[in-house]
């Protein structure tokens, strides 16, 4: 684990989330969680167990009913929604089950936007994107749009925008559901990989298979932590 | 435990939309809908065109008419005799026209003595028919004081105005069907041959002449045994000092009854002409001004459907940091330039209505600025008001629930 001097990447303390309603649904009912930097891990559980809540969450998409949200060390769920949006524009890197490309945009523009509201100028912004999209294994595929690529390669876009700006912290919902089978191993391996170069990624995913070759994996249901299991998997650095 | 609270955002990073990119995006996302674009533009263009191709016209055909107004002058004035009632056939006294004459600012005056004379074109056709062709006995410089000219043969002279010699007005030589004066071609006014010896060019001024056959004051004294009282004066006064003789005239020309005399400024019916034109005018602007409203409410509505199409991509945007306001801005930029270029496409449309319609009717091109600008401006504010609303909705949705696929 990585040392005490560096605040967690992701710091979770007792978060509770209640949407209105008669009665008030409970979807998370207190979580407590610390993600280190550098981790890869794994949030499993059913559909309905509250793990897209809790990606909400850590992802400043939503604030808590009560209990805290730290990011690198940042207490977040009390920032206004300018502010949030500050945090999600430099800190934080998405990737979804659904790509959420914007089409009629290059590949290059596309993961370029994920720097846009970062302040950057477009020159910068677009050489960047080309690194993270070469890093990625799409180095010929800059102007390509989304509709010209794979499913697979899609993908590889939308976790190239993820990276694009070095988040904190990057959180993967479902990021193989569209994905047949041999195409979600190149994704996560693509995932292990940028894990290995020191991104802390999330992975949300109901898939207990996908999730059992994660080094470590948090059990979630019914809105509450069932089990956290770490395995010491063999890392090449 | 370790957390830090922080005080100010700078740590964290804000979020950031460069205007340069908010146009950038919001191109991007009208190209992606060219057929949209177009067609949610077109209300506008409509709107704007129809009000910048009214204002041209109306400009470029008032600009027209003022031109045509000042080429004939807003100094004649016409003095009509008995207009009182039981007047009859009134007429002026004889002395009346060399009692204008003398008012200083009076620049001439010239006497029209109408007769009761038919006028035909031989001894064979019924003498009821006149076709509306009236004989007047003239003065000599009737024509200066009309700014008029003969386009056939000549104007009558001392020598021919004291025989039996016409000049037709253009109306009454057309109607008699003579064409040319080179032949000795003779009209009867009353029991009399005259012959024609010229033919006039049309009086905008004075429309009673072109359907007039005109003789001189002897040749109607010697040769029709009338009375030279003249039931009309046309007078030519010192352009700037018209509203001082107008008052002055009537009593000048009939001191006995002044009250029936009737005083008027031809010129005047061309005014009104115009005035009119502008009445309608103000119809078609208010048919723009509608045309506007739909288009804006064309926008607004291709705008609302767009955020609802569009509920992924600000999810995906606020994701990524977008602020509301960012969102908001976004949205709103691409509601102006869909009016811009609605509008843009409008003006240029309009222009070039007025400044093909003014050419063909031989018009001066006038294209006001103030409509140019005027019908730009409102394009875009008709935008920015279209796009106010679905904008705020773009912005007011929540990031989780727009995310949702």
Known sequence: MTGLAQAPALELDEIVKEYPGHPPVRALGGVSMVVEKGELVGIVGPSGSGKSTLLHMMGTLDRPTSGAVSIAGHEVSSLSDRRL????????????????????????????????????????????????????????????????????????????????HQPAIVLADEPTGNLDSRTSETIMDLLRELNNDGSTILVITHDRELAAS???????????????????????I | MRRRSIASGDELGTSRFRISDVARVGVGSLGDRKIRTALSAIGITIGIAAMVAVLGLSESSRADLDAEIEALGTNLLTIQAGSGFGAGDATLPEESVSMVSRIGPVQSASGIVTLDEAV???????????????????????????????????????ATAAWPNVVLGSVAAQRLGIANVDNGQRVLIGDEWFTVIGILDTFPLAADLDRSALIGYEAAATFLDVDLNPSTIQVLSDPARVEAVRPILGATADP????????SRPSDALEARAAADSAF???????????????????????????MERRNEIGLRRALGATRAHIRRQFLSEALMLSFLGGAAGVGLGSLVTVVYARTQDWKVVL??????????????????????????????????????
């Open chain 1, 85 to 164: 949006s500050g945090v999600r524009s430099h800190l934080i890197g998405f990737v979804f089950q659904d790509f959420f490309l914007l089409d009629g945009m290059s590949t290059i523009d596309n993961v370029a936007t994920g720097l846009l509201y970062t302040g950057l100028p477009r020159a910068e912004r677009r050489r960047r994107a080309a690194s993270s999209l070469i890093r990625v294994g799409l180095g010929h595929r800059l102007l390509h749009e989304p509709n010209q690529l794979s499913g697979g390669e899609r993908q590889r876009v939308a976790v190239a925008r993820a990276v694009v």
């Open chain 1, 214 to 236: 994660l080094p470590r994996r948090v059990h979630i249901r019914d809105g509450l932590i069932q089990g956290d299991e770490h395995h010491t998997v063999a890392v090449e």
């Open chain 2, 120 to 158: 035909l074109v031989n001894d064979l056709v019924n003498p009821l028919e006149t076709q509306g062709i009236q004989a007047a006995a003239v003065t000599l410089d009737l024509l200066d004081t009309l700014n008029s000219e003969v386009v056939r043969g000549s104007w009558l002279t001392d």
């Open chain 2, 256 to 263: 006995e009854s002044p009250e029936e005399v009737e005083v």
């Open chain 2, 281 to 307: 005018t103000s119809l078609f602007l208010g048919l723009g001004a509608v045309a506007l409203l739909v288009g804006g409410i064309g926008i607004a509505n291709v705008m609302v459907i767009a955020v």
């Open chain 2, 368 to 405: 006001p600025p103030e409509a140019l600008f005027g019908g730009f401006a409102a394009a875009v504010l008709i935008g920015a008001v279209a796009g106010l609303y679905p904008a705020m909705r773009a912005a007011k949705m929540a990031p989780t629930e727009a995310l949702r696929s």
